[in-house]
């Protein structure tokens, strides 16, 4: 079957910096996607890594590992507004998204 | 990229009646819309893609005789909920994107259903 794992929830401190895993296994890989989804709100788009390597854009960078079947969202200086889930999400050999359940960021002054 | 809007944001119905959700793409023709939705604290759960002039594909386990889509243009997806339950209660979610492209898609702002 196809399956997402990132970590359910995880804590850190205003002004630091956290790193969100995410591993897959899917059928086919077309891209992996993060999103950032606020309560109540609907999820927009962070970054996409469909090649190896690292993508900075910002305070935001996403790294990929096809072979290893791995990425992570690294956020730094960490503001208080980036408290909400983290969705990554794959594209399968059929171009279909498979989410995973997202990660639960919480920020602490 | 492409601009999203759904309408209601909110809506709270009667058990038994039934509620169109409007999702509409404002600057891009979508052929291809796709309807989440998400329970508290879960993921996005895909219950269909919506294919401009023809039926529907849905997910496995989603009735499609109780959840109707609607794609008569390149901007105007809809969503009915028929004979609507508590269980029904979610939040529902339209996006656009390209169909076979990988690029990201665009997510309307979410409609907040709540079946009392």
């Known amino acids: 079957g196809q399956n997402i794992d990132q970590p359910t929830e995880m804590t850190a401190t205003e002004g630091a910096i956290v790193q969100i895993n995410c591993t897959y296994q899917?059928?086919?890989?077309?891209?992996l996607f993060w999103y950032q989804q606020h309560a109540g709100e609907a999820p927009t788009f962070l970054s996409y890594?469909?090649l190896d390597g690292l993508e900075e854009k910002g305070r935001f960078s996403s790294f990929l590992s096809r072979s290893k079947g791995y990425s992570y969202l690294l956020l730094k200086e960490l503001q208080m507004k980036d408290s909400a889930s983290y969705l990554c999400a794959v594209k399968d050999s059929n171009y279909q998204l498979i989410w995973g359940a997202g990660t639960k960021l919480i920020i602490k002054p | 990229g492409a601009v999203v809007s759904q309408h209601p944001s909110r809506v709270i119905c009667k058990s038994g009646t039934s509620v169109k959700i409007e999702c509409r793409s404002l600057?891009?023709?979508?052929?291809?819309m796709f309807w989440y939705r998400q329970f508290p604290k879960q993921s996005l759960m895909l219950m269909a893609t919506s294919n401009e002039g023809s039926k529907a594909t849905y997910e496995q386990g989603v009735e499609k005789d109780k959840f109707l889509i609607n794609h008569a243009s390149l901007t105007l997806s809809t969503l009915t909920v028929t004979s609507a339950h508590p269980e029904d209660s979610s939040f529902y979610i339209c996006?656009?994107?390209?169909?076979?492209?990988?690029?990201?898609?665009?997510f309307g702002p979410g409609t907040r259903l709540t079946v009392t």
């Open positions: 996006s656009v994107g390209l169909a076979g492209e990988s690029y990201e898609q665009y």
């Open positions: 890594n469909v």
């Open positions: 600057d891009f023709q979508a052929t291809t």
């Open positions: 899917t059928s086919g890989f077309n891209g």
